[in-house]
């Protein structure tokens, strides 16, 4: 290709990179994501005492989300987005995974009935988005940008706090906050950005890798990085329904509440990803990237309830990297893919990359979480704000982050009510598509808009 500014795609949707930029990028998003992808099961093991199934939940995860995000990249039959869409295991359905493992357990089930069940209930839930999949065309009057906008932000906003915490030093740890924790995701924040600036693509595209190696070296040195023996297995091969199939409808309606707002969840970052990727954010292309990212989101989830792996959604932290690379060629979500199943076939190297200390971790993805923020804030101005469009911004941003900021706030609600809305995403990004449906548009706001004088500004591309 010609020479390329910065802020431009070094690869573009359809164009393929040569294997060794393809797989330095798709390391980038590998790195970006694993803790994400690995952190659900452990929380699910360690709280239900999964803890001698845990290197298996793990192997099986990566898999589920190597295989789920090269059916987002190479987009058979109509299943996939087309585009740089990894998957991975959901935060949003620990809660209510948990009480149904407890629920379980308080019957005096053991561990492979808890999963029986756990899994059988997601088998049964990975349905929902694969048949709202086939009716997002006619959601167009909800899902608009302003709406997916505000979800990107909320979802970056959300994202940002779990890099403070890792910076910090990671959750509950003694020395939380501590100068050398600090000087650490100061370091690998510093050297991502310099080198992300550099004007040789080769830098750019290595820009992650090189800021977690130089933080880990210096974690090392200063003693914050010790590497712990491996004594599990070498080789997992997965096996379906291993620990049977269970199901209970009491437990199964909450469930299926969340696979109904993991939804929106997967919209704001599809929406994103195009925005990223240069491709349209509305009209018909748009719609069938959606209705393809979200049927390959339900296919992942089977996939995941059938080898015992947690439910699979779209991620947002490649966005990220698709902006600090400049590479948003869907052959490298095939890249990608391969990389997630090796590490699950292998589950050495997932251990490996697990002792990266947390500053590290945290100062890499600071950056890649605020540019999903960044991102979302460009959807939602593609067009002139109106004082409507405000208003919704205001409520959604004001009650999502309200919520999140103080959990208490529902304590006095039933259960399924705080699992629904006790995200910033959940309630904030439901608010939006309310008020976005309810608020009529004024002719004021229109004549308002006619008014005002069109800025040329550097940074919107036209």
Partial sequence: MSEHTPDSLIYGLEEKPAPLPAFLTALQHVLASLVGIITPPLIVGSVLGLNAYLPWLISMSLIVSGVGTFLQARRIFGIGAGMICLQGTSFAFLSVLLAAGFSVKSKGGGPEQIMAMIFGLTF??????????RFLGQLRRVITPLVSGTVVCLIGI???????TDWGGGHNVKDFGAPGNLLLGLL???????????RSRWLRLSAVILGIAIGCIAAWFSGKLSWQPFNQAWIAVPQPFRFGFDFDYSLFLPLALISLISILEAVGDLTANCLLSRQPIEGERYVARLKGGILADGVSCILAAMFSALPSTTFAQNNGVIQMTGVASRHVGIWIGALLALLGLFPVFGAIVQQIPAPVLGGATLVMFGSVLAAGIRIMTQSPLTRRDMLIIAVSFGIGLGIEAEPEFLSHLPAVCKSLFGSAIASGGLMAMLLNLVLPAERNDSDELAAQPVIDHPAIEK
């Fill in 188 to 198: 690998t924040l510093g050297t991502i950005v310099l080198f992300s600036r550099a």
């Fill in 158 to 164: 959300s994202l940002i706090k779990v890099s403070i």
């Fill in 124 to 133: 049964v839930a990975a349905f929902i988005p694969m048949v709202v999949s």
